[in-house]
């Protein structure tokens, strides 16, 4: 059977790039993000820091399969900014990726040619800055099993190496755990005769 890929390229940690053009001064922040709604926080927090900026343009890609994604030019011309940025991201094979260009204006006309080699290479240094890792998918699960089956299912998440949190133990047992796409139906199999119940989170 073949193995199911969950890995996927991100970065580790916030890093920045600049790139500068007739006075014009691009920020470039690449950030790790796995969420919309962390996207939403740190461009918004950029914006605030950056409020007397012209243009806060940015672009990310979510998850495994990097399905979910968006480029915003944010009132610079269609094109020029959000997709040279996303570019730049699918270049380097990331996901769970979001990359803030923050453009102060120096007074001169970049034309559009101009402005998407200056998001581009701001973008490119961001990304050239930070430092890559490679994460895993996986599918978060609540399990309840009873008492007596406790070592049984504790075999399985040792055998697969499977993180566990929120446990409670009772005649009735529950745990959070975090089981990695490839190693799914294994741990179904695994565990089909021992478990109450199994509740995506």
């Known amino acids: 059977m073949d193995r199911i890929q969950d890995t996927y390229r991100s970065i580790a ?23 919309e709604e962390e996207v939403k926080e740190i461009v918004d927090a950029l914006r605030k820091e950056y409020h007397d900026a012209r243009h806060h343009c940015f672009a990310y890609r979510l998850g495994l399969d990097g399905a979910r994604w968006r480029a915003n030019d944010d009132g610079e011309p269609s094109g020029s900014a959000g997709r040279p940025i996303l570019g730049q991201i699918d270049s380097a094979g990331l996901s769970d990726v979001l990359v803030v260009v923050v453009r ?12 998407i080699r200056a998001y581009r290479t701001a973008t490119q240094e961001a990304l050239a800055a930070a430092q890559a890792v490679e994460k895993t ?7 309840t099993f009873d008492y007596l089956s406790m070592n049984a299912v ?7 190496d499977i993180p ?9 047992c529950s745990l959070d755990v975090r089981v ?8 179904l199999t695994r565990t089909r005769n021992f478990l109450l119940s199994l509740n995506e989170l």
């Not at 940690?13 to 969420?35: I, Q």
């Not at 102060?104 to 402005?115: D, E, H, S, T």
């Not at 566990?164 to 009735?172: C, I, P, R």
């Open 104 to 115: 102060y204006f120096g007074g001169v006309k970049l034309g559009i040619p101009g402005l």
């Open 137 to 143: 998918a996986a599918r978060r699960f609540r399990i």
């Open 180 to 187: 990695r796409l490839s190693q799914y139906e294994d741990f």
């Open 13 to 35: 940690a916030r890093s920045e790039g600049l790139y500068k053009d007739n006075g014009s001064r691009f920020l470039a922040f690449a950030c790790p993000v796995e969420t």
């Open 154 to 160: 504790m075999r399985v998440l040792k055998d697969l």
């Open 164 to 172: 566990q949190s929120g446990q409670s133990f009772g005649n009735e």
